[in-house]
């Protein structure tokens, strides 16, 4: 499995295909509190809508799964099970209570001296997926390379990648964790790493990521005694100075030293920590941002990043560097490389639908609809499934928004789907159709149901059935509810189609799909296939799913790979948060932007699951 979503996703990059963008994603559709929340989907025939899916209780994750995940960590010896335990005691502890907690942390710290590298590496990453203040030290000193840094990884230096994941790490503490206090102390850290001369490509790359995920206060905070005397603690005192710090950087003789990387993922960065600011420092980012995107000389990959980070900040109001901003993004979507207009189509669609703060009216989305709406039929074949997608995403954030009339781009991109015959586009289309249905009308809704269906069954591409699956699971099309319990019985051999037809079902409220999924998880014999049902009981399963899944990686008698993936499935389905550990750092990625700790030899951070 593992080796197969390398490939997949190593064509995708190479071919900057829509569908690895998709991948990054989509789950924040497909867990979207929106779905989660939507009424239940009424059945005629069968009964009484099953209650929502339960979950395992705190107190019987805390009794049954930690300590099992705790004696696995200690006694097993292959790499791949410790690399899952260690992603899994992470998730399961941020339900932990303080003494736990401290117990978790020891347990993970204890494996960053591993002699296997990916292991340690993995140790280092989960003290941030743990979302626990006292993590904050070690992986500070881990980045810095200090002496007790040294002492934790049992190295005379850090290596360059532990300090890379120690990066991500502080970054997804500093999301989880909402403490102007920590936050100061996480973005001084990451600051230094960036202002050192000694620190390499990934390490800057991680760094830069991880500072957009650590917004120090908007409210000037005084920081602590401890922090008083650090040469950059104006920059950490208020987001405005935070900005202003970063801005240098990226744009003042220093930027030289910063590679295309490092600063593609410094524009996006930027995008995140100006969405909200205040005025003044917000619109100085977003000026810097139209620049970098707009200048000739830079590298194309940097310009299309700074398209991105542009869509995080921009709003559909009527201000005038949001006008600016929504102008500048229509015109990057006719223009420039291929990547370019791509990330710019699909910055536009999310920032023109975006609610401006402190009742500003939100009046600026119209016309941005009406240049996608365009572009759709004029793009060039390779753009327009990213017109599509720019368009579903749209119509789904107007509609959330409270704006009305959504069935014009559901009738465009309905009828585009009905044309398209290819089977590298046609997920696409199919996904933007259920994205832009939500909230239309009951008739053209159910004309676009009996499409996917009708597309589904044509289509024999296990990549586009899957996705097309996804769009019907998302616009809950019950008419298609015995195509997909075949499709889950018949993908025993294809991992990713077995996926998508199970967060279907579970869109869908199938009440028997937890029992099938435990019923292919004890009856399959190739370990791939038990592999794929673990990791999708974690995904879609009920509390049900918790005892075969403890048997499972508990079962020496099972290949290493089957009894990772059910220890992953069973650190998803024991986490409060259905998504991916890694969704605030993949959401809105330049990942045309790769280092080898980002992506490279199933070892970078894009790899683990």
Same mark, same amino acid.
């Given at each position: 499995?593992?080796?197969?979503?390398?490939?997949?996703?190593?064509?995708?990059?190479?071919?900057?295909?829509?569908?690895?963008?998709?991948?990054?994603?989509?789950?924040?559709?497909?867990?979207?509190?929106?779905?989660?929340?939507?009424?239940?989907? !009424?059945?005629?025939?069968?009964?009484?809508?099953?209650? =929502?899916?339960?979950?395992?209780?705190?107190?019987?994750?805390?009794?049954?799964?930690?300590?099992?995940?705790?004696?696995?960590?200690?006694?097993?010896?292959?790499?791949?099970?410790?690399?899952?335990?260690?992603?899994?005691?992470?998730?399961?502890?941020? =339900?932990?209570?303080?003494?736990?907690?401290?117990?978790?942390?020891?347990?993970?710290?204890?494996?960053?001296?591993?002699?296997?590298?990916?292991?340690?590496?993995?140790?280092?990453? #989960?003290?941030?997926?743990?979302?626990?203040?006292?993590?904050?030290?070690?992986?500070?000193?881990?980045? $810095?390379?200090?002496?007790? $840094?040294?002492?934790?990884?049992?190295?005379?230096?850090?290596?360059?990648?532990?300090?890379?994941?120690?990066?991500?790490?502080?970054?997804?503490?500093?999301?989880?964790?909402?403490?102007?206090?920590?936050?100061?102390?996480?973005?001084?850290?990451?600051?230094?790493?960036?202002?050192?001369?000694?620190?390499?490509?990934?390490?800057?790359?991680?760094?830069?990521?991880?500072?957009?995920?650590?917004?120090?206060?908007?409210?000037?905070?005084?920081?602590?005694?401890?922090?008083?005397?650090?040469?950059?603690?104006?920059?950490?005192?208020?987001?405005?100075?935070?900005?202003?710090?970063?801005?240098? =950087?990226?744009?003042?003789?220093?930027?030289?030293?910063? #590679?295309?990387?490092?600063?593609?993922?410094?524009?996006?960065?930027?995008?995140?920590?100006?969405?909200?600011?205040?005025?003044?420092?917000?619109?100085?980012?977003?000026?810097?941002?139209?620049?970098?995107?707009?200048?000739?000389?830079?590298?194309?990959?940097?310009?299309?990043?700074?398209?991105?980070?542009?869509?995080?900040?921009?709003?559909?109001?009527?201000?005038?560097?949001?006008?600016?901003?929504?102008?500048?993004?229509?015109?990057?979507?006719?223009?420039?490389?291929?990547?370019?207009?791509?990330?710019?189509?699909?910055?536009?669609?999310?920032?023109?639908?975006?609610?401006?703060?402190?009742?500003?009216?939100?009046?600026?989305?119209?016309?941005?609809?009406?240049?996608?709406?365009?572009?759709?039929?004029?793009?060039?074949?390779?753009?327009?499934?990213?017109?599509?997608?720019?368009?579903?995403?749209?119509?789904?954030?107007?509609?959330? !928004?409270?704006?009305?009339? !959504?069935?014009?781009?559901?009738?465009?991109?309905?009828?585009?789907?009905?044309?398209?015959?290819?089977?590298?586009?046609?997920?696409?289309?199919?996904?933007?159709?259920?994205?832009?249905?939500?909230?239309?009308?009951?008739?053209?809704?159910?004309?676009? +149901? !009996?499409?996917?269906?009708?597309?589904?069954?044509?289509? +024999?591409?296990?990549?586009?059935?899957?996705?097309?699956?996804?769009?019907?699971?998302?616009?809950?099309?019950?008419?298609?509810?015995?195509?997909?319990?075949?499709?889950?019985?018949?993908?025993?051999?294809?991992?990713?189609?077995?996926?998508?037809?199970?967060?279907?079902?579970?869109?869908?409220?199938?009440?028997?799909?937890?029992?099938?999924?435990?019923?292919?998880?004890?009856?399959?014999?190739?370990?791939?296939?038990?592999?794929?049902?673990?990791?999708?009981?974690?995904?879609?399963?009920?509390? =049900?799913?918790?005892?075969?899944?403890?048997?499972?990686?508990?079962?020496?008698?099972?290949?290493?790979?089957?009894?990772?993936?059910?220890?992953?499935?069973?650190?998803?389905?024991?986490?409060?948060?259905?998504?991916?550990?890694?969704?605030?750092?993949?959401?809105?990625?330049?990942?045309?932007?790769?280092?080898?700790?980002?992506?490279?030899?199933?070892?970078?951070?894009?790899?683990?699951?």
């Amino acid at each position: 499995l593992h080796t197969a979503y390398r490939r997949q996703r190593q064509m995708c990059i190479r071919d900057r295909h829509w569908s690895h963008w998709w991948n990054l994603e989509r789950d924040r559709f497909l867990w979207s509190p929106e779905l989660l929340r939507r009424p239940p989907i !009424a059945r005629s025939g069968d009964g009484a809508v099953p209650p =929502r899916l339960r979950l395992p209780s705190d107190a019987a994750t805390m009794r049954d799964v930690l300590p099992v995940l705790l004696t696995i960590l200690a006694k097993e010896k292959n790499g791949d099970i410790q690399t899952a335990a260690l992603i899994a005691l992470g998730r399961v502890g941020s =339900r932990a209570g303080a003494p736990r907690r401290q117990t978790i942390l020891q347990a993970i710290q204890g494996r960053m001296k591993s002699s296997v590298q990916e292991v340690s590496e993995t140790a280092v990453l #989960s003290l941030g997926i743990l979302g626990h203040e006292s993590a904050a030290a070690p992986l500070l000193a881990i980045l $810095g390379d200090t002496e007790e $840094g040294r002492r934790l990884m049992g190295e005379a230096r850090v290596t360059t990648r532990a300090q890379a994941f120690a990066a991500f790490g502080l970054g997804l503490l500093a999301e989880q964790v909402d403490s102007p206090d920590l936050r100061q102390r996480v973005a001084l850290g990451l600051m230094d790493a960036l202002e050192s001369k000694q620190m390499r490509e990934d390490v800057n790359v991680a760094s830069i990521i991880a500072l957009g995920l650590c917004p120090v206060p908007m409210t000037p905070h005084v920081p602590s005694a401890e922090l008083r005397k650090h040469r950059n603690i104006e920059s950490a005192v208020s987001r405005s100075g935070q900005l202003s710090w970063l801005v240098r =950087r990226l744009t003042g003789s220093k930027s030289r030293s910063h #590679s295309s990387a490092a600063q593609a993922h410094g524009f996006v960065a930027l995008g995140r920590l100006a969405d909200g600011a205040w005025s003044g420092s917000r619109a100085k980012a977003m000026d810097t941002l139209v620049d970098a995107a707009t200048s000739r000389g830079s590298d194309k990959h940097v310009r299309a990043a700074a398209w991105i980070g542009l869509g995080r900040v921009a709003t559909g109001s009527s201000e005038p560097e949001d006008v600016a901003a929504l102008k500048a993004l229509t015109k990057g979507m006719l223009m420039g490389q291929p990547v370019e207009r791509r990330f710019a189509a699909i910055s536009l669609a999310q920032a023109s639908s975006r609610v401006p703060a402190n009742d500003v009216p939100f009046d600026g989305y119209a016309s941005p609809r009406r240049a996608l709406l365009l572009r759709l039929g004029s793009a060039p074949s390779q753009d327009e499934p990213w017109i599509a997608m720019a368009l579903g995403i749209n119509a789904h954030a107007l509609h959330h !928004a409270g704006v009305p009339d !959504a069935d014009a781009t559901a009738r465009a991109l309905t009828d585009r789907l009905r044309k398209e015959r290819g089977t590298s586009q046609i997920g696409a289309f199919a996904i933007a159709v259920s994205l832009s249905h939500v909230g239309t009308d009951k008739r053209p809704t159910d004309l676009s +149901k !009996a499409l996917l269906i009708q597309k589904f069954k044509r289509t +024999k591409d296990p990549a586009a059935r899957g996705q097309i699956v996804l769009a019907m699971g998302m616009l809950g099309t019950l008419e298609a509810r015995q195509d997909l319990q075949d499709l889950l019985r018949n993908s025993r051999f294809e991992p990713e189609l077995l996926w998508s037809s199970a967060v279907a079902l579970w869109l869908l409220e199938e009440p028997t799909l937890t029992d099938v999924l435990i019923r292919t998880l004890v009856d399959a014999q190739a370990a791939s296939t038990r592999a794929a049902a673990a990791a999708a009981l974690g995904r879609v399963g009920d509390e =049900r799913a918790v005892e075969p899944l403890l048997e499972l990686i508990q079962d020496e008698t099972t290949p290493a790979a089957a009894r990772a993936f059910g220890i992953v499935g069973l650190g998803i389905l024991c986490d409060d948060d259905r998504k991916p550990w890694k969704t605030p750092m993949v959401h809105a990625m330049p990942y045309f932007a790769l280092t080898g700790t980002l992506q490279g030899e199933g070892a970078g951070l894009l790899d683990i699951l």
